[in-house]
């Protein structure tokens, strides 16, 4: 198989015009077998040098994924299986990336974790699941984040009570506690922490409570009048949460 042309390809890649088929091959490849002081080849080597090459480009495209963001060891194996690379290159990838420390377990569930404290509203519970969905062992991921003061995630809980209450306007103590104790419950707060928190709150649901008695008598005045009025509205108070004694 005759060596016909060499181009320069984008980055450390060059376009080899080997036969009548173009091969893009990575200037390490092209070192390592001498292909500049050939001008023929054989197909079992060409077979070895696409091979070669076929790792490395398996090894550099994974490079590239993890320096846009840190990765874990799932995310790079699912990345190479999407490129279809076969599973035998994606292990010796995965080896050749840990041992010039690429990939490193501990400091991926460090950086995790603390991207997780710092830049989303997520709890304890929540970013355990997403160490174990991207393939961290859940008894590792544990011991990482049973290290982190509670009293972090307490201040988180705090800042995110605190503005629920500030930003409510028609909801009662009732309904308020109840979807900000789902809400939470939901982005993996412990519910211990939750009632802890709000129990240490004093919410004010008058002007909710004035807000949404002018917005019932309005749509039930035109139907309604003297105690029937009252009687429907006071329901429909009570319904949404606000005490019946304060009604």
């Keep these: ?98 041992d010039n420390h690429f990939l490193n377990e501990e400091l991926f569930i460090k950086a995790y974790i603390n991207d997780q404290i710092n830049l989303t509203n997520n709890g304890k519970n929540k970013i355990l699941k997403g160490l174990v969905k991207l393939g961290i062992d859940k008894d590792s991921a544990s011991t990482y984040l049973d290290n982190i003061d509670n009293e972090i995630f307490i201040s988180k809980i705090n800042k995110y009570v605190d503005k629920k209450i500030s930003t409510n306007k028609n909801s009662s103590i009732y309904m308020l506690k109840n979807k900000i104790m ?25 002007e909710a409570k004035k807000r949404e008695y002018e917005k019932i008598r309005k749509s039930l005045e035109k139907k309604y009048s003297g105690d029937v009025l009252e009687y429907k509205i006071r329901e429909k108070l009570y319904r949404k949460g606000f005490r019946s004694n304060e009604i």
């Excluded at 091979?51 to 790079?76: A, F, G, P, V």
């Excluded at 194996?77 to 076969?86: A, P, S």
């Design 1 to 98: 198989m005759k060596i016909k042309k060499y181009t320069k390809d984008k980055g450390n890649k060059y376009k080899v015009l080997i036969d009548d088929t173009n091969y893009i091959l990575f200037d390490d490849v092209i070192v390592k077998y001498s292909l500049l002081l050939k001008d023929e080849i054989s197909e079992k080597e060409l077979k070895t040098i696409v091979e070669e090459n076929d790792k490395l480009s398996s090894y550099y495209d994974s490079i590239k994924y993890i320096t846009k963001k840190m990765r874990s060891k799932l995310e790079i194996i699912e990345f190479l299986r999407k490129k279809m690379v076969n599973e035998k290159v994606i292990d010796e990838t995965i080896k050749r990336l840990e």
């Design 182 to 206: 789902t809400d939470l419950i939901n982005l993996g707060y412990e519910k211990g922490d939750i009632v802890e928190v709000l129990n240490s709150k004093e919410i004010n649901d008058d």
